[in-house]
């Protein structure tokens, strides 16, 4: 089955409402099999140019549903506009759930190791996932949490995974745990949506740094920072790679402020560079 441009289509509605259009503004293969089987019909004007127009609209739309599933011609324009298409809507107006391309899944995971009260619009919703389960926000932009609230990006599977054994690093804030996960621009959409506070919880290594600055400060601003632990000096120093320094060498930071800054000498100063994992049950680790 030919499936049907929506500029073509928008140019077929304006022929149903009877308005002829030029043959050379409907150049394409559906256009083509609709002379051939007499669905639109040609008409020569006075200086020679050929316009297409519909004479039968009953045997259009008959010939519009049986060749390329289209019910109703302009709730098929109209779906292609909508940002909130669902594929049943799909079905209905062309009998093909992928009449538009839309992800399956928005949104982004939610994880805590204490119960949150959020809203989803008007209704409230408590964030509270059982162990070994996260939440999964799709309607996120109608999802909102109180502004006491700090959101903390982790970076790494593993670090979301156990939440529970990092509480110690998060004593002086309420915070709701964030995963970047579908890869998408959700998660940025949502903070850029809400008032609240960003922590970014990452790798202590040079790429962890710029997938801060380029991914989260760049929209947020001054609302968001990076987590940087209090001993991370002794931490680089007993724990870090020296490969990861080596190998990202190339991708430095440079003129950096306050904590980054800070963060960035250390890394310089020993060479090395610091997965986030490390700090996974380490509330011993000095």
């Keep these: ?12 509605q304006q022929m149903l409402d009877g ?27 006075a200086n020679n140019k050929r316009k297409y127009y519909v004479q039968n609209k009953d045997n259009f739309m008959h010939n519009l549903k049986v060749d390329f599933g289209i019910n109703d011609l302009q709730a098929y324009i ?15 107006v062309s009998s093909d759930s992928k009449l538009k391309k839309r992800r399956t ?28 389960s996260y939440t999964f926000i799709y309607d996120y932009k109608h999802f909102t949490i109180p502004m006491d609230v700090t959101v903390v990006g982790i970076e790494n599977p593993e670090n979301f995974e156990y939440i529970r054994q990092q509480p110690y690093l998060f004593t002086d804030i309420k915070p709701l745990f964030v995963c970047r996960y579908p890869q998408s621009g959700d998660l940025i959409d949502w903070l850029q949506r809400i008032p609240n506070h960003y922590l970014h919880f ?13 991914t989260y400060e760049k ?6 920072s990076f987590f940087v632990p209090k001993n991370i ?36 100063q020993y060479k090395k560079g610091l997965e986030q994992e490390v700090l996974i049950a380490r509330n011993s680790v000095t």
């Design 1 to 12: 089955m030919i499936k049907l441009p929506i500029g073509i289509a928008e140019k077929l």
């Design 19 to 45: 308005q002829p259009i030029s043959s050379s503004n409907l150049k394409h293969a559906a256009i083509d099999k609709m002379v051939e089987d007499g669905t639109i019909q040609t008409i020569q004007t």
């Design 78 to 92: 109209t779906a292609h506009a909508s940002e909130e298409l669902t594929r049943a809507r799909s079905v209905e």
């Design 105 to 132: 899944f928005t949104g982004f995971l939610v994880n805590t190791y204490e119960p949150i009260e959020a809203m989803v619009g008007e209704v409230r919703f408590l964030v509270a996932p059982q162990e070994g």
């Design 202 to 214: 990452g790798d202590f290594d040079f790429e962890g740094i710029n997938i801060f600055l380029q």
């Design 219 to 224: 929209h947020l601003g001054e609302r968001a």
């Design 233 to 268: 000096s002794d931490l680089i120093k007993k724990y870090g790679n020296r490969n990861l320094y080596d190998r990202q060498l190339h991708h430095a930071p440079k003129d950096l402020q306050g904590e980054l800054d800070k963060l960035l000498s250390i890394i310089h």
